[in-house]
């Protein structure tokens, strides 16, 4: 186990680069099992995600070269395994698997899926919607035992809420199904178009991604595909929220501004400076900033893996700020960390309200998920003193070489053992 030291109060100066966004490659990695071809994915991430879905990716006989951020998959020799607990329960994204096995061979062996505990986070509406594509589910030993007699069936599916698990999932196991599907109400996050664009890059035929109907029409086999990951637009999110804090013509470059424009608007509303030159934003930090409301939804909505990092920046603002979670149960769990450091917010379910600003110092706290450990960073970042914060693997999952990025330009982060 490893911890965080920070020594905070530093201001950031120079330039952070932008990785591949988590949550594309998560699901990019899971759909190359389509083809029997080669995939060549560029701009991925180093994050620990990534390896468990290679160590699952050769469990399942896929030969993998992972070098300068570039992954290269074979699949000639693939077959169908179970995806053993050991490594589906490491991560939320394992569940993709479902779709792209279920797609290849119509049939999925698979433990169930981890990931931060940020509410209960069910996965009906992915199973429902491979029922109605003719899959058979049943729970076996601690696992999911998903089987179709012959191709799944191409159909009309409503989601009752626009799940970005469900839809990523659902576009897969439909690209090889045997008809025309339809997701109305499907989610919109950018990573949706990204492995939409991957599939048709194989030889998909998939429509309408990025907006809320996606029409997916079966095709019988795919070829090789390429694709680039889009920039992480919550890692980039967050540096952004650290520039406006700390920054002096702080640099986070390699980033799409379309993708952050529910940031980008609240932070001019707070009044930050920054300016966007092509795939750069130049930031500095603002002495006085004006208290704002923020509400957490799907995209183009406030992202909630945003959520918490923000209201570390809400917190400097002058002022009464409300901050709403609307997508998951517990994702307040580290506003009592927030207060230890010297925050005041009143949590009451989903919703807070950040009196500002208060002055923080640094305490020990603990990295209840990950969005909360880069809530507790930006803090540490902001505050007086040292921040000492365990249980950051949550944060190392999501963040590609977070404390050497931040020390080069300026921060002072040390990664230590745990006692
Ligand atoms: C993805 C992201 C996560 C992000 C979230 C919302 C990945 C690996 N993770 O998670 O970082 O916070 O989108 O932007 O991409 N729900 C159901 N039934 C379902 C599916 C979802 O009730 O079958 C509920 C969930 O409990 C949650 C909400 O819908 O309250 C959002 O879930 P969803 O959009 O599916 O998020 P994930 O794909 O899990």
């Known amino acids: 186990m490893k911890k965080l030291l920070i020594k905070g109060n530093k201001e950031l100066n120079g330039e952070v680069h932008i990785g591949g966004a988590k949550n594309a490659i998560v699901a990019l990695i899971p759909a190359s099992v389509l083809t029997k071809g080669k995939c060549v994915i560029h701009n991925v991430p180093d994050i620990s995600d990534v390896r468990i879905l290679l160590d699952i990716m050769k469990s399942l006989g896929s030969e993998v070269i992972y070098k300068n951020e570039t992954l290269i998959i074979d699949n000639k020799n693939l077959h169908n395994e179970l995806i053993k607990q050991e490594y589906a ?62 191709r799944l069936k191409g159909t009309s599916l409503f989601f009752d809420f626009p799940s970005v698990g469900a839809t990523i999932n659902v576009m897969i196991a439909a690209t090889l199904a045997n008809g025309v599907t339809k ?168 919703k807070a309200v950040v009196i500002g600003p208060s002055k923080l110092v640094g305490r020990k706290v603990k990295a209840t998920d990950l969005r909360a450990g880069a809530s507790l960073l930006v803090a540490g970042m902001v505050a007086e003193g040292t921040t000492e914060i365990s249980n950051i693997e949550h944060i190392l999952r999501g963040y590609e070489n977070i404390v050497s990025k931040l020390n080069k330009v300026g921060a002072d982060i040390r990664l230590i053992d745990e006692d």
């Open 89 to 150: 329960s490491k991560l939320r994204a394992s569940y993709y698997f479902m779709g792209s096995l279920l797609g290849l061979f119509n049939k999925a062996e698979i433990s169930y899926p981890g990931g931060c505990i940020i509410g209960s986070r069910p996965i009906d509406i992915h199973l429902d919607s491979f029922k109605k594509m003719n899959v058979t589910i049943k729970e076996v030993d601690g696992h999911y035992l998903m089987k179709s007699k012959s």
């Open 183 to 350: 997701i109305i109400n499907a989610a919109r996050e950018p990573e949706i178009v990204n492995v939409a664009d991957f599939l048709n890059s194989m030889g998909a035929k998939i429509k309408g991604a990025g907006t809320g109907e996606i029409i997916i029409e079966g095709v019988e086999e795919l070829h090789d595909g390429e694709v680039t990951v889009i920039p992480d637009r919550i890692e980039a999110g967050t540096y952004l929220i650290m520039g406006a804090l700390l920054g002096r013509n702080f640099k986070v470059s390699g980033l799409v501004s379309e993708h952050l424009e529910s940031l980008l608007f609240k932070f001019r509303e707070a009044g930050v400076k920054y300016k966007i030159k092509g795939n750069s934003v130049y930031i500095s930090r603002t002495r006085k900033l004006n208290a704002v409301n923020i509400k957490t939804t799907v995209y183009p909505g406030f992202p909630t893996d945003l959520g918490q990092p923000m209201s570390t920046f809400l917190t400097q603002c002058s002022g009464e700020s409300i901050f709403e979670e609307t997508i998951y149960e517990n994702r307040l769990r580290h506003i009592p960390h927030l207060n230890a450091m010297g925050a005041n917010i009143n949590a009451f379910e989903k």
